[in-house]
């Protein structure tokens, strides 16, 4: 297991083979074995096998070819609608229509999909997260029919690779790591947790690619720009909205 956890690969091309369902079943099982908020399990997951609606889906992840290379998609939601009407019939009133329960849901879901994932790659499967769930929340609750209470966050697709990328390199254990209590970074301390990723051949290569300076340029310029930032935040607060999480009364 700690083995499968160092080696994780974000796979984006995919064999057209398809995933016994005994398998499917072991990855779904260990999802629902993640740790939960009180043991609600206010999350549920959308499997998509269906060609038809992979192709739907399709346009809701930017048209990311592995969404249909790939023979499932997961789509993980936070969900507060089977729970809220378990509480009904059983004369409890359930006060889960409020951000504080849409955020216990998310974090639900997300580890549910981790799970998910260490159990994919531990049957010789590739997954890659699909960050386009949060941005296109909207169309995917009408692609899958999500009534209100279900707000998906995050979408994996699964199946066996048919590539087999670097390791994707992560910054020092120093930078993510505070002992006790938060330490800030000085100007100093920054530059040396970000000198290998900076001076690494592939970020020389993306500079010149997107005609930057520095690597930092690429993400505020480039992967995620302030205006869209701002333009998905907003949709996705409507789309919290809509489906019944932002009553602060």
Same mark, same amino acid.
């Given at each position: 297991?700690?083995?499968?956890?160092?080696?994780?690969?974000?796979?984006?091309?995919?064999?057209?083979?398809?995933?016994?369902?005994?398998?499917?079943?072991?990855?779904?099982?260990?999802?629902?074995?993640?740790?939960?908020?009180?043991?609600?399990?206010?999350?549920?997951?959308?499997?998509?096998?269906?060609?038809?609606?992979?192709?739907q889906l399709l346009g809701a992840h930017f048209n990311q070819a592995m969404l249909t290379q790939?023979?499932?998609?997961?789509?993980?939601?936070?969900?507060?609608?089977?729970?809220?009407k378990w509480c009904n019939i059983n004369k409890a009133e359930p006060g889960y229509d409020n951000?504080?329960?849409?955020?216990?849901?998310?974090?639900d879901a997300l580890l549910a999909a981790q799970n998910a994932v260490i159990e994919a790659e531990?049957?010789?499967?590739?997954?890659?997260?699909?960050?386009?769930?949060?941005?296109?929340?909207?169309?995917?609750?009408?692609?899958?029919?999500?009534?209100?209470?279900?707000?998906?966050?995050?979408?994996?697709?699964?199946?066996?690779?048919?590539?087999?990328?670097?390791?994707?390199?992560?910054?020092?254990?120093?930078?993510?790591?505070?002992?006790?209590?938060?330490?800030? =970074?000085?100007?100093?301390?920054? @530059? %040396?947790?970000?000198?290998?990723?900076?001076?690494? /051949?592939?970020? $020389?290569?993306?500079? +010149?690619?997107?005609?930057?300076?520095?690597?930092?340029?690429? =993400?505020?310029?480039?992967?995620? @720009? %302030?205006?869209?930032?701002?333009?998905?935040?907003? /949709?996705?607060? $409507?789309?919290?909205? +809509?489906?019944?999480?932002?009553?602060?009364?």
């Amino acid at each position: 297991m700690n083995k499968t956890i160092k080696n994780h690969r974000s796979i984006r091309k995919y064999k057209s083979k398809k995933i016994d369902k005994a398998i499917l079943d072991e990855i779904l099982n260990a999802a629902t074995r993640a740790s939960t908020t009180g043991n609600m399990q206010v999350y549920s997951i959308v499997v998509t096998q269906d060609e038809k609606i992979k192709e739907q889906l399709l346009g809701a992840h930017f048209n990311q070819a592995m969404l249909t290379q790939a023979p499932v998609v997961l789509t993980f939601c936070a969900d507060f609608n089977r729970f809220n009407k378990w509480c009904n019939i059983n004369k409890a009133e359930p006060g889960y229509d409020n951000f504080l329960s849409f955020y216990t849901a998310s974090i639900d879901a997300l580890l549910a999909a981790q799970n998910a994932v260490i159990e994919a790659e531990e049957q010789g499967l590739g997954i890659c997260y699909l960050g386009t769930t949060t941005y296109m929340a909207k169309k995917i609750i009408d692609i899958l029919d999500l009534p209100k209470g279900v707000v998906p966050v995050t979408t994996l697709v699964v199946g066996y690779a048919d590539e087999t990328p670097d390791l994707t390199p992560r910054l020092p254990l120093k930078s993510v790591v505070h002992f006790e209590k938060y330490h800030d =970074f000085d100007e100093d301390m920054i @530059k %040396k947790i970000y000198h290998e990723r900076e001076n690494s /051949e592939e970020t $020389k290569q993306l500079l +010149e690619e997107n005609q930057k300076e520095t690597l930092a340029q690429i =993400f505020t310029d480039n992967r995620y @720009k %302030k205006q869209d930032n701002i333009f998905f935040s907003n /949709e996705f607060l $409507k789309v919290i909205e +809509e489906q019944g999480f932002m009553n602060n009364k």
